[in-house]
C-alpha cells in the first residue's frame, strides 16, 4: 500500500535560516505529491504539489521537486519567517484516487 | 458558509458514551470527507460522501464508528460505546467535485474537532 515517511520534528529554526523538511513515499503507479501546512488553530491547506516526475511545485517561497528516483519530496525554503511557524505534512494521492495518504507530521517553529 | 465547519471543536467525553461530530461543508461542495489524526500519527482517511452517499467507508476503524449526510451538505459522524483509542482530532474535508490528486480540484479542510476519551 501507499505511504509517506517524513522527518520526525519537531524542527527549531532562527529568523531568515535555511529549511528541510525530508519526504520520502512508496506508493504503486505514478502519484501526486502535495506539501499541507496547518497554522496553529486554523486547517490544513494545500501549500504546493507536483503532479509527474520532475515537477516542482513552489508557493510563498517553498518548493518541492519531485524526485521519482528516489521516492522523494523534500520540502525547501531559502529563508524562513516566524510566521512560517506551523505543522507541515507530506502526502501523496495514487492517480485518481480520492484518497490522501499522509505522513506524521513536523512542527516547525522559527524563532525570531 | 466562507470555509468548512466543524462543530464542537473539542469534547471530552466518558468511556462509553456515544459522541457526534459536525462537519459543514463549503456551500456548493458535493464530495465530504472525513480523516483522523491520533497523536504522532499521521491523518488517516476515514470515509468519504458523494451527495449524500458514502461509496467508500473502508477507513471506518469498527462498526462503532459511523456517519452521514443530509440534503447534500451537513456530515455528522458518531462514535458510539467510546474508547480511549478513539481519541484523536477527527478533520473534516470537503471539495468541489470528488477529489483526484492529478487534477487541479482543490481540497478544503475544517480545523478538526479534539476528542478526548476519559
Known amino acids: 500500500g501507499n505511504s509517506v515517511t517524513q522527518m520526525e520534528g519537531p524542527v527549531t529554526l532562527s529568523e531568515e535560516a535555511f529549511l528541510t523538511i525530508n519526504c520520502t513515499y512508496t506508493?504503486?503507479?505514478?502519484?501526486?505529491l502535495f506539501w499541507y501546512v496547518q497554522y496553529p488553530g486554523e486547517g490544513l491547506q494545500l501549500l504546493l504539489k507536483?503532479?509527474?516526475?520532475?515537477d516542482k511545485g513552489s508557493n510563498k517561497g517553498f518548493e518541492a521537486t519531485y524526485r521519482k528516483e528516489t521516492t522523494s519530496f523534500h520540502l525547501e525554503k531559502g529563508s524562513v519567517q516566524v510566521s512560517d511557524s506551523a505543522v507541515y505534512f507530506c502526502?501523496?494521492?495514487?492517480?485518481?484516487?480520492?484518497?490522501?495518504?499522509f505522513g506524521k507530521g513536523t512542527l516547525l517553529t522559527v524563532n525570531p | 458558509g466562507a470555509g468548512v465547519s466543524q462543530s464542537p471543536s473539542n469534547k471530552v467525553t466518558e468511556k462509553g458514551k456515544d459522541v457526534e461530530l459536525r462537519c459543514d461543508p463549503i456551500?456548493?461542495?458535493?464530495?465530504l470527507y472525513w480523516y483522523r489524526q491520533s497523536l504522532g500519527q499521521g491523518l488517516e482517511f476515514l470515509i468519504y460522501?458523494?451527495?449524500?452517499?458514502?461509496?467508500?467507508k473502508s477507513g471506518l476503524p469498527s462498526d462503532r464508528f459511523s456517519a452521514e449526510r443530509t440534503g447534500g451538505s451537513v456530515s455528522t459522524l458518531t462514535i458510539q460505546r467510546t474508547q480511549q483509542e478513539d481519541s484523536a482530532v477527527y478533520l473534516c474535508?470537503?471539495?468541489?467535485?470528488?477529489?483526484?490528486?492529478?487534477?487541479?480540484?482543490?481540497?478544503?479542510f475544517g480545523s478538526g474537532t479534539q476528542l478526548s476519551v476519559l
Open positions: 474535508a470537503s471539495s468541489r467535485k470528488i477529489y483526484a490528486g492529478g487534477t487541479n480540484e482543490k481540497l478544503f
Open positions: 460522501f458523494q451527495g449524500n452517499s458514502a461509496p467508500d
Open positions: 502526502a501523496l494521492s495514487g492517480g485518481s484516487n480520492y484518497k490522501l495518504t
Open positions: 507536483a503532479t509527474k516526475a520532475d
Open positions: 456551500s456548493g461542495h458535493t464530495a
Open positions: 506508493a504503486t503507479g505514478y502519484p501526486s
